[in-house]
DNA sequence: AAATATATTGAACACTGTTCAATTTCAAAT
DNA sequence: ATTTGAAATTGAACAGTGTTCAATATATTT
């Protein structure tokens, strides 16, 4: 029966398209201003056929978190794969996270801060499996630098890959959300990575 | 001309009716369900007078901003400054703030997430001082522990801050936003005041 | 009592997410 | 070739949103 696998390449074809519109206009114009209609009229159909492939907004939302993870965050722990010192590991992974939050605030918004996403998960009953996947692979990283002699062996695990998510996550946020205005810095960017190694340091010494 | 007076008290009683009816609608529904004619059916005015005391929406919510520094931040640093030693003032701070901010989710987003906020002060050409009066005690604080010998002399308050700053609203922001859900632990305000103290451990001992 | 100034209204505009009966499209069965 | 049935698609409708503004009501001054 290949007709049914093209109807079926069809309608994938048809999200997809509803899917890369969204995305556009979400990069574009950010969440508050990605509407339904936008998207649909963007690909030439009617309001209703997004219904046809998801289940609200939010699940449109969520599918697109979905690939933001994919392509991003999985690409950060990727380029990082082949260091094989483990904690220059962890460093850069820190700072790669840094630097793609401040360069994809849409995206990271999407990933990290907007509620919309978690409520398309909670409605499904879905685990927030992309998070838990990043979180295992800082342990991961985490572990090794206590196994490599960086790290005491006392440490644990997850209350560091908390502190370590926390700290990245506080300085992107702050600075996407314009609250670090207040630190009349000529190269604010800069300050916030000159900071993140002082944090860098701060972990190693007394981890050490 | 006490008519004048009289006919201000009476434009402020609006103002503060509009104000306290919006307070009252955001805290119990959050942002998003916090609409224009909500707050005019509950205080029975037409939609239209709250254009006579904001500029617009994002302004309305500007000035619950300004309420919630002014009653809780403020009130936070009030709270420890009768502590002697800086160091443990510092601690508190931190403590108290992560206790502040996942007690007032709402308030807490209103103050260091939405982005209306500081559309709204851009809009009027103002600074933060709100943020920066916060800012600014804290760096006082280290510059405190600096002297006291807590703190070696060659550190940047300016790093300190932002790195501290950012960890506790990493922490406050990541649990608010349903983000630490990932890990499956028993008492998850727990862990992170748990991890909060780690990180402080590190923080005395690598600045030393 | 008339004129002025201010406060307040509520309809209107252009949007929003979502639903659903009606329509179109198209392959399968007769 | 025509009917049947199922799926895809539509677009109007509903109840909501922020915002504007001419019209109205109220209160003060002349």
Redesign the interface.
């Known amino acids: 029966m290949g007709i049914n696998e093209r109807k079926e390449r069809e309608r994938d074809a048809v999200k997809d398209l509803i899917l890369s519109a969204a995305r556009e206009i979400f990069l574009a114009e950010g969440y508050e201003n990605t509407s339904i209609r936008k998207i649909a009229t963007k690909i030439e159909y009617s309001p209703g056929i997004i219904y046809n492939h998801f289940k609200d907004k939010n699940d449109l939302l969520l599918a697109l978190h979905d690939k933001a993870f994919e392509c991003k965050i999985e690409a950060l722990f990727l380029s990082v794969q082949n260091m094989p010192d483990p904690l220059e590991r962890l460093k850069a992974t820190g700072r790669g996270y840094i630097q793609y939050g401040i360069d994809n605030p849409q995206d990271y918004e999407l990933m990290?801060?907007?509620?919309c996403t978690?409520e398309a998960l909670a409605v499904k009953e879905e685990?927030?499996q992309d998070?838990?996947m990043a979180?295992n692979m800082l342990k991961q990283n985490i572990v090794e630098c206590m196994e490599a002699g960086y790290f005491r062996k006392d440490?644990?695990p997850?209350?560091?890959s908390?502190?370590l998510?926390?700290?990245?996550?506080?300085?992107v946020?702050?600075h996407n959300?314009?609250?670090?205005?207040?630190?009349a810095m000529e190269d604010q960017k800069a300050?916030?990575f000159?900071?993140y190694d002082?944090?860098l340091?701060?972990?190693q010494?007394?981890?050490s």
């Open positions: 990290f801060i907007l509620s978690m685990f927030w998070g838990a979180i440490i644990n997850d209350e560091i908390l502190i998510w926390s700290q990245v996550h506080g300085l946020s702050l959300k314009e609250r670090l205005n207040i630190y300050f916030m000159r900071s002082v944090f340091s701060m972990i010494k007394s981890l």
